[in-house]
């Protein structure tokens, strides 16, 4: 075995399902006596739930969490806080609602007290991106990552069954840059497997059944697993493509993930076969091969495959392949423009991921 560092995060977590339960006595530990609470305008009805849970010790409800943290609502959000001196911020809802808080925090000080409703792992990662002026950035800071995290199953029982499925591969997404990340090491290996595994179990079934609570507990646990990979390594051309998809051309999140993994683990295979190896051995799959394993998995999620379906024109395969491969993220494998354009063509299409490129 080669040396390697690891620097654990902190961050008190607390899992389980009904642990929002325990969310005043969280605060009273803390000697918070003041909370705004964060959500969505759609899960404004589980941030109200959450002020009545508390009564006094909430002072109010900011409901305007949106996608790619825009500056303006985190400026409103900041307004609210100091007019109800909140002495720290509670965000309940998915990455969206998870980056608004950080937003707050990192500029205020405020703690920060994570409740995550999806899959999407933000609470575990000191990475906050942000939209100025219809630009979005993304800077890191450890303080940027919630100091308490709240992994309460039952709020993840209202995910639809396709949103918990794009999530779920969301988070698997992190765990397979975690283990080809130029800073990877033994333990953050350890979890990213564990992470992959557990999530490729019950994705299929939370897919099928919503309700089925002992699934659900599963695939958080996941999630939390595969988020602190992504908050402990350096993400690669997968994560650097989504970045580009979604930022210049507005594509839904989890959705472009949940496409482009299968491609991105076919282009970087040849340049890793030890890591092929061990994913295969965690994914549904009977030739040893990752990326029969992905496209299995995500049949049986039965989720859409082609970046077309979202709206993707073909002319923007090419500009895309160009912003991706100007500042590549470290990669296995060089990033060569031709192979990244026949990669996005085949993820616009929703061909079946192949290792011939
Ligand atoms: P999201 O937070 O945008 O949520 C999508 C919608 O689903 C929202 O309307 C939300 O209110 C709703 N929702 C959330 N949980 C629900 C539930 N349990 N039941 C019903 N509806 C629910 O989606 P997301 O995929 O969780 O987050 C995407 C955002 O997070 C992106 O902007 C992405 O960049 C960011 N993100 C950041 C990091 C990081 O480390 N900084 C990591 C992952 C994602």
Request: charged share 15%.
């Amino acid at each position: 075995m080669s040396s390697f560092s690891y620097t654990a995060r902190p961050c008190r977590v607390l899992f389980g399902a009904g642990t929002l339960a325990k969310l005043p006595s969280e605060l009273f530990r803390q000697n918070l006596k003041a909370a705004l609470v964060l959500s969505t305008p759609f899960q404004q009805p589980e941030a109200l739930a959450v002020t009545q849970q508390l009564g006094t010790v909430a002072v109010g409800i900011f409901s305007e969490a949106t996608m790619h943290t825009p500056l303006p609502v985190t400026e409103r959000g900041i307004q609210e806080a100091r007019l109800k001196r909140a002495d720290c911020v509670i965000s309940i809802g998915g990455g969206s609602t998870t980056g608004l808080g950080k937003a707050i925090s990192i500029r205020t000080g405020l703690p920060h007290i994570s409740i995550p409703t999806t899959y999407a792992g933000s609470e575990m990662t000191p990475h906050l991106g942000e939209t100025v002026d219809g630009i979005k950035t993304t800077r890191s800071d450890p303080a940027i990552q919630p100091a308490t995290v709240l992994y309460d199953v039952n709020l993840t029982m209202s995910l639809p069954g396709e949103m918990s499925a794009t999530s779920g591969i969301n988070a698997i997404a992190h765990a397979v840059e975690a283990l080809y990340a130029p800073d990877t090491n033994p333990i953050i290996r350890l979890m990213a497997l564990e992470g992959v595994r557990v999530l490729a179990e019950s994705l299929p079934l939370v897919a099928t059944d919503e309700s089925n609570a002992e699934v659900r507990y599963q695939a958080l646990y996941g999630a939390w697993l595969c988020g602190t990979c992504l908050g402990s390594t350096t993400m690669s051309l997968h994560h650097k493509l989504c970045h580009v998809i979604g930022g210049s051309f507005n594509m839904p999140h989890a959705e472009t993930h949940t496409i482009l993994l299968p491609h991105t683990i076919a282009y970087n295979i040849p340049s890793m076969p030890e890591v092929n190896a061990d994913l295969a051995g965690v994914l549904p799959c009977a030739d040893g091969n990752s990326i029969t394993g992905l496209n299995n998995l995500l049949e049986k999620l039965g989720v859409r495959r082609a970046l077309q379906s979202y709206g993707l024109k073909e002319g923007d395969i090419e500009k895309a392949a160009m912003i991706a491969v100007k500042n590549p993220y470290a990669n296995p494998r060089p990033v060569e423009k031709e192979k990244i354009q026949e990669l996005l063509r085949r993820a616009w299409a929703g061909e079946a991921a192949r290792a011939d490129m």
